[in-house]
């Protein structure tokens, strides 16, 4: 990968950092707006307002991890490890990096742990 797209690459990963903090920063205003708000006594409006913060509080978690791995491949970026598979070391396709910025895994190395933690089926019985 060139130095060109290396740093493109690291200011595409800046932006998305910058929106996910941005919507973090927002999804917390509604959640703290959503707790402050005073409980309306009808039970489905309450069962709605629980909803919504549990939702909220989901997405301020996904984002978290969202924002770890995009910090991370931001590092790995910077060290010069960015684009290699932390398994086996080859280079990660750019079409997998371009759909996943922050892979640390080839296709083959992520298809591989991932049949790894699939727990396997019986077949069905034959008659």
Do not use: K, N
Not at 45 to 62: D, F, I, K, N, V
């Amino acid at each position: 990968m060139s130095e060109t797209d290396l740093q493109s690459l690291r200011a595409a990963l800046q932006r998305r950092r910058r929106t996910i903090l941005e919507t973090s920063r927002r999804a917390a205003a509604e959640l703290d707006a959503l707790r402050s708000a005073e409980r309306d006594p009808e039970f489905e409006e309450g069962a709605q307002a629980e909803h919504e913060q549990y939702t909220l509080a989901r997405l301020t978690e996904s984002q978290r991890w969202e924002l770890a791995r995009v910090d991370a491949a931001i590092a790995r970026v910077d060290s010069g490890e960015y684009g290699l598979c932390s398994d086996c070391d080859e280079e990660i396709d750019p079409r997998r990096l371009a759909a996943l910025p922050y892979a640390l895994l080839c296709a083959e190395c992520a298809q591989g742990q991932e049949l790894a933690r699939t727990p396997s089926r019986p077949l069905p019985p034959t008659s």
